[in-house]
């Protein structure tokens, strides 16, 4: 328990008994207003989709609504699994919302017209393009696939362990990967151009794009609808490094801003299996995307319930920032692996972002 509590500047109730996961949650400039101040895009199992435009109280005012901040509340036809702002449309640089639900890939875009009445503009959510997906969704990242520029690409990790890439509009192409029992964490870092994740086999495992691309196609055997693409190569992971536990989540990032550090750093959340679930483990690993360089730059041993929450920034001195909340209602800061603030929350953390508001 910690001494310190962190204050609510601004809060909403999201209806009653719906649930949420680490992929319902995301922040962007969804509207494209051109303020630089994010919106909250929140999407529940229960296929209601939010959009929150959070202002502190100002000056003389009294405490706003919760219907004064909330853009947009749609009830979507399917659960939602993830929620995801990018530049996700072709000719066009505007962002839009990604949805993922367990057999549909859709895309949107939010836009407000200004109202004649006191209730201010009227936001509308209008389907872009979506995509019927053949096997059921677990979860998805975004990112410039291939070092392009001006928009993003989306991939998909299946149930059963395929690879779905999307190029806006157009399916790419889709890949299985090797020897894979169970879905775990995915992740794209557009600096090395590299998709991570971690298998059943409790290992990390790094897919360059290229490599992915250059594969064969998915084995007929696996998936007997898609053909057999000649003159391809058989996918194996460009390198792994053993882990000996399972995955909640992975954060990687670029070099520091200070001091001249260019590492590469990425954070995997760790749930060592134990009889009450409490032992939770992560580890920092620095160089990783280097295929001769990849060191264990430190861990944490903690003694929690399980943790649904990790967010990672990049701080002047060169280090890096981790946010981290527990089921014991924490906070936790680190910096590199060294605790340096602990808060007390007022409810259980299922995601963490960081967001820039007016």
Known sequence: MSLFKAR???SATLGEGEEFDQGCLCVGDVDNSGTDHDKVVVGSYM?????????????????RSQADQQLLEVQ?????IQVE?????????????????PRKLSVYSVSGTAGNVEHGAQYQLKLVYEHNLQRTACNMT?????GVTGHHSVCIQSMDGMLMFFEQESYSFGRFLPGFLLPGPLAYCPRTDNF???SSARQLESYRYETLAMA???????????????????????????????????????PGAGLGDRRSTLRVLLTPVSRDHRT???????????RDHRTLRGERKREWNRVGTLQARNVAEGATNLLLGNHNNMLLVFQDVTLRWAAQLACVPVAVRVANFP
Do not use: Y
């Open 8 to 10: 609510d500047w601004w």
């Open 142 to 146: 975004s990112g410039p696939f291939g």
């Open 85 to 101: 702002v990018g530049p996700l449309v072709s000719c066009s640089d505007h962002l839009h919302l990604a949805v993922l639900h």
């Open 280 to 290: 939770l483990r992560w580890s920092l690993f620095s160089n990783l995307f280097n």
């Open 196 to 198: 991570l994740t971690v």
């Open 76 to 80: 979507l036809p399917h659960p939602i």
């Open 216 to 254: 064969t196609e998915a084995e007929s055997r696996q998936d007997p609808d898609l053909p057999l693409k000649t003159g391809g190569k058989r996918l194996t992971p460009d390198w792994t490094v053993v882990l000996g536990e399972a995955a909640l989540d992975l954060t990687p990032s670029g």
């Open 47 to 63: 296929g209601m989709l939010r959009i929150f435009s959070p202002r502190g109280p100002q000056a003389g005012e009294g405490p």
